[in-house]
């Protein structure tokens, strides 16, 4: 969706919420017309507030029991999200919504953490990731009794621990007085599972003990609006590929440049106009993040995860036909996969690029192909 524009003052903050909408089992009966003239004016009055603030959508159908849809909002003015409320309240779907969950909260510099990168934490950028793991947190009063000092080395160790899992990327927002809980985290990442081994491993540290409550907690699912509204009424949705016909007399091979084909299928993967020059577009195809970079009118796909940390590529420096991993500095190939400076070892999946009428289509290269080292063209 569209996003508010960026131009903001330093020690700006920001106003969050956090909206989990459930939808009455009685809207499923209604005819399917009715049903989409629903979801067409819910649509319309979130996207209507493309330019005022950012509106991040993510599904709970499966998930959560209690929940269906999560409206992640972040706005300059508290009373944009008001405005956003109320719209919604005006669809013909409003009689079937519900608000069982609902989270308030602003952005702050921390105090454990200094320089830029506290700083930084007052304005909230978020990822492409696929998944949003969410909930209310708050301390003990005992927590706020303890010198500054004693409290800092115990975040030391909490911050550590969150580094070792530098694919699970960490928003914390602010509730005191605002809202009933006293802050509200939220993480995002593609790999859910090391957003479990966090958690763990977070218990075991100190500052666990003046935890009073972290639940509910919410698993979230990244998807366009129209789509998480279709799972809540049982839409099945299409696979969103699309079968290249290569040109008569032509494979797909030799219509990506004279790369080798691999026998698996070329399908469509983004638009021309989806990747300037210069930038990258990240997309999914069944279950996996692939990035794809324009360099110099030049495009090159590969996986979007460093095969170090996972690191997302899509966010890395582009530097000719190499990407620059923004974690820990590997540096790929992007014609093979294949790793030119470390930590990083195994080389990353890599795709064939067929860009044709104003079309983006992908095909994956066989894994030996990825591993004979980086290209000299």
Request: glycine fraction near 8%.
């Amino acid at each position: 969706m569209p996003s508010a524009k960026e131009d903001r003052p330093a020690g700006h903050r920001q106003i969050v919420r956090f909206s989990f909408y459930r939808v009455d089992s009685a809207w499923r009966a209604l005819p399917p017309e009715e049903r989409d003239s629903h979801k067409h004016q819910f649509c319309r009055a979130v996207e209507s507030f493309g330019e005022r603030l950012q509106v991040r959508i993510y599904s709970l159908v499966g998930t959560r029991g209690d929940a269906d849809l999560l409206l992640w909002q972040i706005a300059d003015r508290l009373d944009d999200l008001q405005s956003l409320a109320t719209a919604v309240m005006k669809t013909e779907m409003a009689p079937y919504l519900s608000l069982p969950y609902s989270y308030l909260a602003m952005t702050r510099r921390s105090v454990y953490v200094s320089g830029e990168e506290g700083r930084a934490r007052t304005v909230l950028h978020p990822t492409k990731s696929a998944y949003l793991f969410v909930y209310p947190f708050v301390k003990t009063r005992d927590w706020y009794q303890l010198p500054l000092d004693e409290r800092q080395a115990m975040m030391d160790q909490h911050i550590a621990i969150g580094r070792k899992y530098p694919s699970v990327k960490l928003n914390t927002t602010y509730s005191f007085g605002l809202d009933d809980q006293e802050f509200v985290v939220s993480f995002e990442t593609d790999e859910p599972a090391d957003f479990l081994d966090l958690v763990m491993e977070l218990r075991e540290a100190r500052s666990s003990l003046f935890t009073l409550r972290d639940t509910p907690a919410f698993t979230c699912i990244a998807m366009p609006l129209r789509e998480a509204l279709d799972a809540i009424g049982g839409v099945e949705q299409p696979l969103q590929t699309e079968r290249y016909e290569a040109p008569s007399g032509a494979s797909p091979g030799g219509a990506s440049n004279g790369r080798p084909s691999t026998g698996s299928e070329p399908f469509l993967a983004a638009h021309v106009a989806d990747v300037p020059e210069g930038g990258c577009a990240l997309v999914y195809h069944e279950g996996e993040q692939i990035a794809i970079f324009n360099s110099g009118g030049r495009f090159f796909a590969v996986g979007n995860r460093c095969s170090h940390a996972n690191g997302p590529l899509a966010d890395g420096k582009l530097e000719g036909s190499t990407v620059v991993c923004s974690y820990h500095g590997s540096r790929f190939d992007l014609a093979t996969g294949v790793p030119l400076s470390g930590p990083a070892s195994r080389p990353l999946a890599a795709f064939n690029v067929i860009p044709e009428d104003g079309r983006i289509y992908l095909q994956r290269r066989a894994p030996q192909a990825a591993a004979r080292g980086p290209a000299t063209g």
